[in-house]
């Protein structure tokens, strides 16, 4: 099988949200799209082992926001390769409320969009949140950031519990230079600086392998 196939889909990149008792949570996810429009409802696979998921699943609501291209790349390895469970992600990022008091990123937001889960799927290794939409908002017109964009001109990883993850051949078939072995960053070039440090996990240059 061809995985390289699978980046010819098109995906978006957003932060996904949710608080329960207090306790905030919120990652990257590729997997948030529009299902029906009449009412307005949005699916979206979230992995088991992500604490996000366990948040949503006692709350029973989610706000998503899409990212601008400008989003840095601290701002995606905050959210992205970094536990909920561990950190208050909302602490250093600019955000607001939706009408029911979830959190939502508004740091290089296009848009956000606050939602009551009506159902879920269990796939195995991640769940389906099925959410239908109570508010939506556009915040910039600005481009948004794809997963494309992110993967070939941002040079970001995608962790392993991620649907899209591919797989350590996968990404060495794709380019050539040096991998981060904690969040899968790949620094393409011949040599790795020893000073250098990875910027999505902000890990050191001990930690990436030659590909």
Partial sequence: ??????????????????????????????????????PVKVAVAV???NFTTQIIAKSGRFAATSLLQEASMDLIGRFGFRSSADEDKF????????RAGIPYVTESAAAFV??????????????????????AETL????????????TVKKGGTPKNAPSYKGEAAAQLAVK???????????????????????????????????
């Fill in 1 to 38: 099988m061809d995985l390289k196939a699978f980046y010819k889909l098109t995906y978006g990149l957003y932060i996904l949200s949710s608080e329960f008792e207090g306790k905030a949570a919120g990652c990257v996810v590729n997997t948030l799209t529009q299902v029906t429009a009449e």
């Fill in 47 to 49: 992995s088991k082992d």
């Fill in 91 to 98: 602490a250093a990022t600019p955000h607001a409320r939706d």
């Fill in 114 to 135: 606050s939602c009551k889960v009506i159902d879920q799927l269990d796939l195995g290794t991640h769940i389906l949140f099925i959410g239908e939409a109570e508010e």
């Fill in 140 to 151: 910039s017109q600005d481009e948004v950031l794809t997963y494309t964009y992110y993967q």
């Fill in 177 to 211: 230079g040096w991998r981060c072995t904690v969040c899968g960053y790949i620094l393409e070039s011949e040599t790795l600086p020893p000073d250098f440090v990875c910027p999505i996990c902000h890990q050191g240059a001990d930690k990436f392998v030659k590909l």
